[in-house]
């Protein structure tokens, strides 16, 4: 044992701690690109021009890039630790062993609260889809939405339920088409043409530029996070993947590096198509600004290209986010930071079932009975008092177990630029979203201050101390 | 065309969930609580390595 690393691909299997069923090891860095991605890259075809209505198309770009620095310092960040820390429930897992037990409990709920909420906010954008999609075929009466949301994460929740390598390998399918269609509409745009019908100086120029000042860029920030939030979704695989201190840093920074691409190409076709007015309200103006977009090239091919595109993408991330919140669930389960009972892995799907239906009636509640911008709201500040954990939690990974304590599969570089330069643009977007939702964010942290209280004066008591720190570290420095 | 589309997204979820539901009741009436809570964080970790450098 002594001779072997982490970065062995020969060992696997049940183990000395009694399992005997556990989550099987069957994805490669392919799955992990696509969990991530997949996640995301609706926020591509829509949301994301939320920005441009807060502050105009170059406080959005500006946004767009400085959220690309925020989830380039979590995907190095989450990269490092998690491919030390190889267990179902990524940040989770990482706050258990690094932090402590509270800090864990609090990042457990962000997750499945920021991917619950996100599955809802996708069904909803789904059933929207679907009627759009009615009107454009000539339905002559408008179609109940509700069948087709409930269709959506019923049948998700079904094929997750089935095992993680059939879902994953769909997720790659949809999610490399949603961003084949991107590139396909730049490509066609012909920007580089003298006959392209993008019009940036046209639509970017005098008072357009930026139409509210650089307070706008600050307000811009909050859906900025849209263009790549759930990348940190990619952890959740750990616990699945045949290699993990290969695949899960592999995996991730593809999928940031991916994301990075795509925002930045779906920004300069966006704004060079529509005005930055009816491109910034993404209610009544642009829902979904890549679409709009292939709308006016007058193309059918890249319309349909396009709708599918979105269509994908939008199942992609709910699939996704399925996979995430069940495993994050399951975790807290097996360590009974929750009863037990949602710790079971099916025997021969070998799948977190009951975590995964567990969560389904709360998505459909959400789904059917929420607006969508709360919906989203609440997933974005969930996901947003994750990423300050995560600067707090490399930190202490550092300090704890230095570099030549534990062998990592991944090192980022310019530790603690990273850390600090997370923590920075946090505080930055946590202002963004005070502007604009403070209620609402006052009223997430009260509810998690609460649930901490619960948790700290009743649950923790079932917690069995000695089992959840499962890790062969060395003893951390200074203990 | 839409009706019956509707329609039938309405028979599809109903179908995934007594799926789920039915597979559920079974796997839960054959298996042992222990067997389908004996996962273990770390199984592959505690196998494979001591971190020694």
Known sequence: MANTDITSKSMDGMGPHG?????????????????????????????????????????????CWFAGILYSCVAMIDSEVTSTVAAAGGQYTQAKHIVGPLMAFNVGLYLVFAYTMLEAGNAITLGYLISVAAD??????????????????????????????????????????????????????????EGTMLAHADLMSGQAALPYG???????????????????????????????ARSLPFGTLAGIMTLLIAATLTWYICVGYLPWEYLGDGVNGAVA???????????????????????????ASANGCINDASRAWFSMGRDHYLPQWFGAVHPVYRTPYRSIMFLVPIALIFALGAPLDQVITF?????????????????????????????????????PIPAITLIALCAITYFAVFLGYGTQLI????????????????????????????????KPRGY | MWPMIETGAWVLSGLFALHMLWDWYKTDSTYSEEVLTSSREGEIEAMTEQHKL
């Open chain 1, 214 to 244: 650089w307070l706008g860029v600050l307000a811009a920030m909050h859906f900025g996070l849209w263009f790549y939030l759930g990348i940190e979704g990619t952890t959740q695989a750990a616990e699945e993947v045949r290699s993990p």
């Open chain 1, 443 to 474: 009223a997430m942290v009260t509810f998690y201050i609460v649930v901490s209280l619960w948790f700290h004066f009743w649950r923790y008591r079932f917690v069995k101390r000695a089992d959840q720190f499962t890790m062969p570290w060395p």
């Open chain 1, 19 to 63: 399992t005997k069923v556990g989550l099987l090891r069957v994805l490669g860095p392919a799955h992990v690109w696509a969990l991530g991605v997949g996640i995301v890259l609706v926020g591509e075809y829509m949301g994301w021009n939320f920005a441009v209505g807060k502050g105009g198309a170059y406080a959005a770009l500006i946004a």
């Open chain 1, 289 to 315: 600004p890549l679409f709009s977009a292939a709308q006016l090239t007058g193309s059918d091919a890249l319309i349909v290209i396009l709708g599918f595109g979105t269509l994908f993408a939008t199942l």
């Open chain 1, 136 to 193: 454009m075929t000539g339905a002559t009466e408008a179609i109940d939405q509700k069948p087709f949301i409930i269709l959506s994460i019923v049948f998700l929740a079904w094929l997750n339920y089935r095992g993680v390598l059939a879902t994953l390998t769909f997720n790659l399918i949809i999610t490399a088409f949603a961003f084949v269609a991107i590139l396909v509409l730049f490509v066609a745009s012909a920007p580089w043409s």
């Open chain 1, 379 to 415: 997933s974005i500040l969930s996901g947003l008092l994750g990423y300050t954990f995560m600067p707090i939690n490399v930190i202490l990974f550092r300090r704890k177990w230095p570099l030549d304590t534990i062998k990592r599969g991944y090192v980022h570089p310019f530790h």
